[in-house]
């Protein structure tokens, strides 16, 4: 009985010291994922999380919000106001990466230019501004160009700003430009010359048939201010946790 009590305790050390260094080792490098507080959309929730990699350095940034959130969405709005907006926030470690916060968008009839874009989506606005820069941008025409370093290959300017948000910048050879119906699309958005978001615009029929998908995002030669961004987006639906994932993944530091 003496035999196995000092047993017990050698062992119970053992544990407490493994715990102890595995949680020193995880405070100096600090990877895995991170998340921001959970908003409400539709009958689920949202959030927000940023993954570090094993060096503890940004991987992606992105959303993850539950399959109730398609459910009980709006189906109309009120007038004049094209769509919801929900905002959520990002944990601190995406903000010192340069990501400030995201904007959801549940736009239940579309907006312009319709008839492409004029089906159920949502816009996931991935702000590298404040909100207060955010909030401060008015509508109406921008004519302050952007200096076309800034500007991937082949993107154009919608021109008008929408308030609130800037000037959506649209990727001409997208597919929807092209007799193929909107699915996903990745868009770029400046004001008065200077970058506030990047947006993957994703349709509710295409997030409701569980897609597994991603694509290159275009690069421009510069990027105005330092951070990460992504060289590509994914729209994906986790079967385990019941989730659907907008993902802007390998982030790359400018």
């Not at 119970?12 to 995880?26: D, G, P």
């Not at 109730?68 to 926030?89: E, H, K, V, Y």
């Not at 029929?205 to 421009?220: E, I, R």
Request: net charge neutral; proline share 9%; aromatic share 12%.
């Amino acid at each position: 009985m003496k035999k196995m009590k000092s047993a017990l305790i050698v062992m119970s050390a053992t544990v407490i010291l493994f715990s102890a260094c595995k949680k020193s080792s995880h405070s100096s490098n600090p990877s895995g994922s991170y998340f921001g507080t959970p908003v409400s959309v539709g009958n689920g929730k949202a959030r927000s999380f940023v993954l570090l990699d094993d060096n503890g350095v940004p991987s992606s940034f992105g959303l993850r919000f539950s399959e109730d959130a398609l459910n009980g969405l709006p189906a109309d709005t009120m007038p004049g106001m094209p769509g919801i907006m929900i905002r959520a926030d990002v944990p601190d470690i995406a903000k010192t990466a340069g990501l400030d916060h995201i904007i959801i968008n549940w736009n239940p009839l579309g907006h312009e230019p319709a008839p492409i874009y004029g089906v159920p989506h949502f816009d996931f606005h991935f702000y590298y501004v404040t909100d207060a820069v955010q909030n401060a941008i008015a509508g109406g025409p921008d004519m302050i160009p952007v200096n076309p370093q800034y500007i991937p290959k082949d993107y154009h300017s919608a021109v008008v700003a929408v308030p609130g948000m800037g000037v959506h910048w649209l990727d001409s050879l997208s597919t929807e430009f092209h007799r193929i119906p909107f699915t996903a699309t990745f868009i770029y958005g400046f004001y008065k010359g200077d970058m506030m978001f990047v947006e993957p615009m994703i349709t509710k029929a295409f997030l409701s048939g569980h897609p597994d998908f991603s694509a290159p995002v275009k690069q421009p030669a510069a990027f105005q201010k330092s951070g990460y961004y992504p060289l590509s987006y994914k729209v994906q639906f986790d079967n385990v946790n019941h989730e659907y994932v907008i993902t802007l993944a390998g982030l790359t530091k400018h």
